[in-house]
């Protein structure tokens, strides 16, 4: 009987493992555009944030991951004293452009995420995705400065281009803001982006509250 008992609850967890797998796949499969994801309720590759004074393309990483809920995700327990959650360090979603970047007629996705460490500090990561038969693939991974030091202020794909505008430490206006903008330009190349053209210089536009 207990051997009975126990076919019939390998039988139960086999079939359960089948059903979350086709889940997955068929739920992968119902992309039918990059632009159909929502990273804004998404799980990213992630390990832990070192900072940086630039930015750079730092490849992918190998284990961890990081899950956002609403845009942003918390490192902390989500039952913590508001004052403390406030102060925590997370991670949200900053913007998403898309366009095609190696040239087959299909969109990719460059999705910025602000890493805060709940203080001051704060620096901005970059993940380019390419959608293929309904699976998400991971191309590369930037990270950027701090703020007014080359942090990431926006981006779009134009003609295969990616082209981003880091915060000018040269013209800014305390250590949050600049006053000015890095222009750098992009192009995929097999299995990495390699600078592109000339760095531009230009000036931002004061924000308005």
Partial sequence: MKASNQDSARILLRTLVLLLTVA????????KSVRDVDF????????DATGSSTWEWVGLPQQ???????????FIDPHADQ???????????HFAVYGDLDGDGIDEAA??????????ANWDYLYVYKLEHGQLTLLDRL???SRAYG?????????KVLTLDFADPEKRSGDCCSNGYIRVHYRWATDRFLEEGPTEHGDLEPETH
């Fill in 24 to 31: 997955v796949v068929i739920r992968a499969a119902d992309y």
């Fill in 40 to 47: 804004k309720n998404f799980t990213y590759p992630w390990e």
């Fill in 64 to 74: 961890g991951r990081v899950t956002l809920v609403n845009g942003i995700h918390r």
């Fill in 83 to 93: 004052v403390v959650r406030e102060h925590s360090p997370y991670v949200k979603f």
């Fill in 111 to 120: 999705v910025a995420l602000n890493y805060s460490t709940g203080g001051t």
């Fill in 143 to 145: 990270e950027s400065g």
């Fill in 151 to 159: 942090g990431l202020i926006r981006g779009f794909i134009q003609n």
